[in-house]
């Protein structure tokens, strides 16, 4: 017979290993945490500047207050 392991997929312990591995590194962790922040940031852009940068009246800005 056939002996079924419930341990996951065959290729679980190498993905394991690997990411032990990468943890382990500095480099690629800051390097991970950097490439968080930045997808972090681009999906959190409308929250964190929610007015249009090209609706600007640049001229106006010259002007003083009335």
Do not use: E
């Not at 312990?13 to 972090?40: H, K, Q, T």
């Amino acid at each position: 017979m056939t002996d079924l392991s419930l341990s996951g997929p065959p290729g679980a312990p190498a993905l394991r290993s690997r990411a032990r591995r990468w943890l382990r590194n500095s480099g690629a962790s800051v390097g991970g945490a950097i490439v968080l922040i930045a997808v972090l940031c681009a999906v959190a852009a409308p929250l964190l500047a929610p007015y249009d940068p090209y609706l600007q009246d640049l001229p106006m800005r010259l002007k003083p207050p009335v």
